[in-house]
């Protein structure tokens, strides 16, 4: 596990597009203009939510009247990297792996191999990465061979397990002594691979198109980082061959270039009987990492016809894919993994939750969609973030059975689960199957769908972010104060004006300062009305373990953070502020006003570019960034 203290490196995601010299203009409720307008401080966040702004000219605001797609211009994703050292995470691995030998044979135990690998590519990509950084491109070391010779291993060890029914032997000891020879030591970054931990992308599908690809076993695998780097190592080991090599194409997202020594792949690539397979997640928007080590490939003599693909689904790259990238995707053969969904064949996952909750009655049912089923009004929803999930029944009732992520992120996800039930303020939770929590399914109504008494509401708030605060797990890494002051200010420039983004930057000028008073916890980041339900024993807070470490930018942050978003989220007035404060108190949990006032407007800015960018665009999203601007709209113009 890596120490929650370490320093980390934030990643930001961000798409602009030319929009012709002009900067994009959110129209609030008032149908203005919003480039223009005086500043506030974060003391008056309460009242500037309720109450018509004085003292801005209104005839220097115009008329808009629409909101314009403001999909390219907004930060949200983040990508978190952490610097750990690499002994300490072959200390884990090695004990992982010795946990995994004496486990009797089942899902648990496949889950918990499974694991381990996600874990050993984390520390074989870290050591690639350092080693691409020293010499500024990839190429042979005797670290990363062995770290190459752990993973193929491991792949194949998974995939005797998901053919045998999760019953075969492990070699610990063989492993672990591949473990120590994979790195120097010193510190390493490593990532974590969004497709495991986010979107349900599980490795045996892999091993699955790889075999039925009919590729040869000497076939070359050559994994994409990050994740493509783990996935390498299991279609090279469906397929019987050589560890793969792995490579991390350089340059402007959308147009990518390997930076590589030709003797990774001699003589290979001149031989014509020799296959390449690529492999990665994705295509993503531009799908330029695959075609980036294709033209690699054919620029030492690799004919498109000896080039497969194997991307994580079967769909072609996205809007910014350039011609010449295109023309590579039509030219190869492809095998996406996603046309074998493991989940719902034979020993799926259904078979998985039965050794849970015993016989299941009828099918699994997929939710399509995030909504509470006893929602009447219309909620917004972003399938961006959207986990798979299914409806079991069994004689006990009905159960929800949702991912959560592969490996330690699943473990800390159900960590958190038990420990907020137990406290009274989320679902039974009974279990987790390879990647699915398995919780009971409430039934109940949304807050803001049936009267609730405010003292109760600041009450059960109180005490649920004390909660969070005293009895979850360790934290992990989240953006820091000068990130979110970089987001803020740039999402509120594309929204709402130049202006009022450099308005925003002097209110936030000196957020820097209250670095060292952070005490990150796994806040809960997504305190909104759906997020709860009234139920027959109170208000329960679900989906409530996901979004601290999502794949967004915020990561855990300090509890102010959530003050800031039950704010913003149930209209807290300065009383209602007060009175929340003082439940965290008796929690035995301090929210400091400063951090509150500083987080307050960023997270504001992100709300909006995170509903501005939702997918699909609908009423409700268009009318949740609306709101969101109209707020920092009036908490801008609150005077000084």
């Not at 309720?50 to 797609?69: I, K």
Request: with cysteine; glycine share 10%.
């Amino acid at each position: 596990m890596p120490t929650p203290t370490m320093p980390m490196r934030i990643f930001l995601r961000v798409i602009i597009l030319p929009c012709g010299g002009r900067r994009p203009v959110l129209t609030t409720t008032e149908g203005r203009d919003i480039s223009r307008g005086r500043t506030s401080t974060a003391k008056e966040c309460s009242s500037a939510f309720r109450r018509e702004p004085a003292g801005l000219d209104q005839t220097r605001h115009p008329q808009v009247g629409r909101v314009p797609d403001l999909a390219d211009f907004m930060i949200v994703y983040g990508d978190l990297e952490r610097i750990e050292r690499a002994a300490d995470v072959e200390a884990s691995l090695a004990s992982a792996l010795r946990r995994v030998e004496t486990m009797p044979a089942g899902i648990d135990r496949h889950a918990a191999l499974v694991g381990a690998f996600i874990r050993a590519a984390e520390l074989v990509q870290g050591v690639a990465d350092a080693g691409f950084d020293r010499l500024g491109k990839d190429a042979r070391s005797a670290s990363q061979e062995s770290g190459a010779m752990l993973l193929l291993l491991l792949a194949a060890a998974i995939g005797r397990s998901w053919r045998r029914g999760f019953d075969a032997d492990v070699d610990a000891g063989r492993l672990s002594e591949l473990l120590r020879q994979s790195h120097g030591g010193g510190v390493i970054k490593t990532r974590t691979a969004e497709g495991f931990a986010h979107y349900a992308l599980y490795p045996e599908s892999y091993l699955e198109a790889a075999r039925a690809s009919g590729l040869a076993a000497n076939t070359v695998a050559i994994g994409i980082r990050s994740i493509g780097l783990g996935l390498g190592a299991l279609v090279a080991a469906a397929l019987g061959a050589a560890p793969a090599i792995s490579l991390r194409p350089a340059g402007h997202p959308y147009d990518r270039e390997v930076r590589a020594d030709a003797e990774l792949i001699e003589p290979h690539a001149a031989d014509p009987e020799v296959q390449f397979a690529i492999v990665d997640e994705g295509p993503g928007r531009s799908g330029s990492s695959f075609a980036s080590v294709a033209r690699w490939l054919s620029g030492h003599g690799v004919a498109a016809s000896r080039i497969h693909f194997f991307p994580s689904h079967d769909g072609q790259p996205g809007p910014e894919a350039s011609a010449e990238t295109r023309s590579v995707w039509d030219a190869v053969r492809r095998h996406p993994a996603g046309r074998h969904d493991i989940l719902s064949g034979a020993g799926g996952l259904r078979s998985w939750v039965e050794k849970t909750l015993g016989p299941l009655d009828g099918s699994l049912r997929e939710l399509s969609g995030v909504q509470s089923a006893a929602a009447v009004q219309p909620q917004p929803v972003d399938t961006r973030f959207a986990r798979r999930k299914f409806l079991a029944h069994n004689a006990e009732g009905l159960w929800l059975i949702k991912f959560a992520g592969l490996g330690d992120v699943g473990e800390r996800k159900f960590c958190d689960a038990r420990a907020l039930a137990h406290a009274g303020f989320g679902p039974e939770t009974v279990g987790l199957c390879h990647g699915f929590l398995v919780q009971k399914w409430v039934e109940g109504r949304p807050l803001g769908e049936t009267p609730c008494d405010r003292k109760v509401l600041l009450k059960v708030l109180g005490a649920y972010l004390a909660c969070r605060s005293k009895c979850l797990g360790a934290p992990g890494v989240g953006a820091s104060l000068e990130k979110l002051r970089d987001m803020a200010v740039w999402n509120t420039s594309q929204a709402l004006g130049a202006e009022a983004g450099s308005a925003l930057e002097r209110r936030l000028s000196g957020v820097a300062s209250l670095e060292d008073r952070v005490r990150r916890i796994r806040t809960d980041n997504r305190l909104h009305g759906w997020e709860w339900l009234a139920a027959g024993c109170g208000l329960l807070k679900i989906d409530a373990v996901d979004h601290c470490e999502a794949h967004d930018l915020i990561g855990c942050q300090d509890i102010a953070w959530d003050v800031a978003g039950a704010i913003v989220e149930h209209d807290l007035t300065e009383d209602d502020i007060a009175t929340l404060r003082h439940e965290l108190r008796r929690g035995g949990v301090e929210a400091e006003g400063a951090m509150i006032a500083a987080m307050l407007p960023c997270y504001l800015a992100f709300q909006l570019g995170l509903w501005s960018t939702a997918e699909p665009s609908t009423g409700q999203t268009k009318a949740c960034a609306t709101s969101y601007a109209d707020k920092l709209l009036r908490h801008l113009r609150q005077p000084r």
